[in-house]
């Protein structure tokens, strides 16, 4: 069975920090590794990750994968209270998502 | 551009009850997709519609949960009778095709007391 794990389950930190979160995953068939930001309702989605070490950036977040540790990171930069949310891995399996539990980030001043 | 909306935001009932669930897709996405997180567990995926055609249903609980999709736009997802253990957050998701990224709602919360 697919399986996504993400690391740590929870970060508290200040603003200016950077962090960096972590997704291992061990699947049967990789297809794509997605990262997204869950606030108070939807998540939205962030990145969308199906080549190794090709980084994806947006502004202070950026992704990388290696397919051959199976595990993918998120970082951000200079973190802003606006960062607080859950961020979710997700491994895109066929048709389906695959998530992992998420990892809770609180940015403080 | 619309983004995926669900209704109701939050339903509250009681065991043995019916509830109907809401998700109208992003216009032109053929793919539907339903998810459940429960308390403290990942989210997790019950089905997906191709247009009005169910894809998968690997991810459906038990003959209680019943998702349809008629006419190819909106879904509904009806519980029936609704049990304690079907508490949790229902999100849908679309995409146009699915090799990409899915676009969620918002989610409906149940709670079943």
């Known amino acids: 069975e697919d399986k996504v794990v993400q690391s740590p389950l929870s970060l508290v930190v200040h603003e200016g920090d950077t962090v960096t979160l972590n997704c291992s995953y061990e699947?049967?068939?990789?297809?794509?590794l997605l990262w997204y930001k869950q606030e108070k309702k939807a998540p939205t989605f962030l990145f969308m990750l199906?080549?190794?070490?090709i980084e994806k950036k947006s502004g202070r977040l950026s992704s990388i994968l290696d397919k051959k540790e199976l595990f993918s990171i998120l970082n951000i930069t200079a973190t802003q209270t606006g960062d607080s949310a859950i961020y979710l891995c997700?491994?895109?399996?066929?048709?389906?998502?695959?998530f992992g539990t998420g990892t809770r980030l609180q940015v403080f001043p | 551009e619309a983004g995926v909306t669900q209704f109701p935001s939050h339903s509250v009932i009681e065991k043995g009850q019916t509830v109907t669930l809401r998700c109208d897709p992003i216009?032109?996405?053929?793919?539907l997709y339903w998810y459940r997180r429960v308390m403290g567990k990942e989210i997790k995926f019950l089905l997906h519609?191709?247009?009005?055609?169910?894809?998968?249903e690997s991810g459906m609980p038990n003959n209680r949960f019943l998702a349809e999709r008629t006419g190819g736009t909106y879904s509904t997802l009806k519980v029936q009778p609704a049990e304690l253990e079907d508490s949790g957050v229902y999100f849908c998701?679309?995409?146009?095709?699915?090799?990409?990224?899915?676009?969620f709602g918002p989610g409906t919360r149940l709670t079943v007391l």
């Open positions: 998701a679309s995409s146009q095709d699915p090799y990409n990224e899915q676009f």
């Open positions: 699947v049967t068939n990789f297809r794509s």
């Open positions: 199906t080549s190794s070490g």
């Open positions: 997700a491994h895109l399996n066929t048709d389906k998502l695959i």
């Open positions: 216009s032109g996405h053929d793919n």
């Open positions: 519609f191709v247009k009005e055609s169910k894809q998968d």
